[in-house]
């Protein structure tokens, strides 16, 4: 080749590995069948957008680059509300706070502008996870596209142009499908013919939504999942006619899985029953501020150890509670007894909250064989879809990749994922992958590489407090960690 590849990186965001059958999607079962696939592939913990989406832009866990989940308390960036990485204005806030460096580790926007290259990203869902997959993109005038707060994409001119060749951005919908139509008419009829992007990331806001809002059953979500791969289907069309078939590598992904939610549990409000304030900020007298959700972080008042204590002991008193961490353990075990450690979750950053739980899971199956239901809060209907824990289905993740620099015809059977995009993506442009970067070049995935990944090495954990054993089951390839399930008996 003599020229340099260009990788373009198609997200669905939500799909469960399972929905992805000849009949159902079959220009993605197609395009995994006839590349390299990864059916052992696995998103990040916690399984949400944007902890995957700074995964993805790092090649590293939350432990390394500092995004601890959708949303969080992180007084160094607001002292009254949580910092929301899905919106740019907060992305802007946690970059001044940090004086330009959001992430603590590279990312691919930044080591591609270092050499030459360009990156975009375009969702049809929200422009802050755009942006937060390249932070620094309105400073080097790279191409960051949101439907969702479209008003903050960037740069000017091409928004205009876009917004004048492709029209108005329409209202967002469960299932996306105006706005998926217009993404996909936006990349292939204006931004490769002519800006053409070296990495270009193109972000499908189904069938997450829709999962979310109408559960397994419906036929919006059928229509969802159609649709998504339809729109797909017009970019592997465009790439075998277009002139840089030779040239452009397609990765297509899913973010994170999704579990049918039972039921609701105002964690709040259970708290307040048992003397616990809990709040999004300490201002008002809370104790705990953080984000209460199926998958929870709580920062805790002055890290005060009585505190976490009280609060973890009731939280394992409660049927709907599965697993918990805490910081500072020995690795195993957490600074409260009957914890994980942070760190075995990959979670040990300075701005991660001392609490982290997850609500209670099962294996009930919904639908066509879709297993997998949770407790959950938050304002999804009751079986609707929820996210962010460690249940199977949740971290199982779609992942294949087709190319000229890609194998076909290929199924890998070690474990990947999502952190492993940005060092294989830097391994063929050449690049020299930062030590921080705790993903790995999928080298078995290489039309040019007969090396073979380091063995795979299966580890099991477990703790106890009471009578109540966690356990987490987790895989090691060389220096990268892959997690594959947490529960609690």
């Given at each position: 080749?003599?020229?340099?590849?260009?990788?373009?990186?198609?997200?669905?965001?939500?799909?469960?590995?399972?929905?992805?059958?000849?009949?159902?999607?079959?220009?993605?079962?197609?395009?995994?069948?006839?590349?390299?696939?990864?059916?052992?592939?696995?998103?990040?913990?916690?399984s949400s957008t944007r902890t995957a989406a700074a995964a993805l832009a790092t090649g590293s866990s939350p432990r390394r680059n500092g995004i601890?989940?959708?949303?969080?308390?992180?007084?160094?960036?607001?002292?009254?509300?949580?910092?929301?990485?899905?919106?740019?204005?907060?992305?802007?806030?946690?970059?001044?706070?940090?004086?330009?460096?959001?992430?603590?580790?590279?990312?691919?926007?930044?080591?591609?502008?270092?050499?030459?290259?360009?990156?975009?990203t375009i969702l049809s869902g929200s422009c802050g996870t755009s942006r937060l997959l390249n932070p620094r993109a309105p400073e080097r005038g790279d191409i960051s596209l949101g439907f969702g707060g479209w008003e903050d994409s960037c740069p000017p001119g091409i928004v205009a142009e876009l917004l004048a060749t492709h029209g108005p951005i329409p209202k967002s919908a469960r299932p996306n499908i105006d706005a998926i139509r217009l993404q996909t008419d936006m990349i292939l009829g204006t931004i490769y013919p002519r800006y053409q992007p070296d990495i270009m990331v193109a972000w499908f806001s189904d069938p997450d939504q829709t999962h979310h809002y109408h559960g397994v059953e419906s036929p919006n979500m059928d229509r969802a999942i159609q649709h998504v791969d339809a729109e797909f289907g017009r970019m592997l069309s465009w790439w075998q006619e277009s002139d840089l078939k030779d040239r452009l590598q397609i990765i297509a992904i899913s973010d994170h899985g999704h579990l049918t939610t039972g039921k609701r549990i105002d964690v709040n409000a259970e708290a307040a029953k048992a003397g616990f304030r809990i709040g999004e900020h300490f201002e008002n007298g809370s104790d705990y501020a953080g984000y209460t959700s199926y998958s929870g972080s709580l920062k805790v008042r002055?890290?005060?150890?009585?505190?976490?204590?009280?609060?973890?002991g009731w939280l394992s008193e409660q049927s709907w509670c599965g697993v918990i961490s805490t910081p500072d353990?020995?690795?195993?075990?957490?600074?409260?007894?009957?914890?994980?450690?942070?760190?075995?979750?990959?979670?040990?950053?300075?701005?991660?909250?001392?609490?982290?739980?997850?609500?209670?899971?099962?294996?009930?199956?919904?639908?066509?064989?879709?297993?997998?239901?949770?407790?959950?809060?938050?304002?999804?209907?009751?079986?609707?879809?929820?996210?962010?824990?460690?249940?199977?289905?949740?971290?199982?993740?779609?992942?294949?990749?087709?190319?000229?620099?890609?194998?076909?015809g290929t199924v890998s059977n070690h474990p990947a994922g999502i952190t492993d995009l940005a060092p294989t993506i830097l391994h063929l442009l050449e690049l020299a992958q930062p030590?921080?970067?705790?993903?790995?070049?999928?080298?078995?995935?290489?039309?040019?590489?007969?090396v073979e990944p380091a063995a795979v090495e299966a580890q099991f954990r477990s703790v106890?407090?009471?009578?109540?054993?966690?356990?987490?089951?987790?895989?090691?390839?060389?220096?990268?960690?892959?997690?594959?399930?947490?529960?609690?008996?």
């Open positions: 080749m003599s020229v340099h590849p260009l990788f373009l990186i198609v997200v669905f965001d939500g799909l469960r590995s399972d929905m992805v059958t000849a009949d159902a999607m079959p220009n993605l079962y197609r395009f995994m069948t006839d590349g390299t696939s990864f059916p052992n592939a696995r998103t990040v913990y916690p601890v989940q959708n949303k969080y308390f992180d007084p160094n960036v607001f002292e009254d509300r949580m910092f929301q990485p899905n919106q740019a204005s907060d992305i802007a806030a946690g970059l001044s706070a940090y004086g330009g460096e959001l992430f603590t580790t590279p990312c691919l926007g930044d080591l591609a502008a270092e050499a030459g290259y360009r990156m975009a002055d890290r005060d150890r009585r505190r976490m204590s009280e609060m973890v353990g020995d690795g195993i075990e957490g600074c409260i007894p009957g914890t994980f450690d942070h760190a075995l979750l990959q979670m040990d950053h300075p701005r991660t909250p001392e609490i982290l739980f997850i609500m209670r899971n099962d294996d009930a199956v919904y639908g066509n064989g879709i297993v997998g239901s949770c407790f959950y809060n938050g304002a999804y209907p009751e079986g609707g879809g929820t996210h962010g824990g460690l249940h199977p289905k949740e971290l199982q993740i779609v992942m294949a990749a087709q190319g000229s620099l890609f194998k076909a030590e921080t970067m705790d993903g790995r070049v999928l080298v078995e995935a290489l039309a040019r590489s007969n106890e407090r009471g009578g109540r054993v966690q356990h987490l089951k987790y895989r090691s390839v060389g220096a990268t960690t892959y997690l594959d399930a947490g529960w609690v008996q």
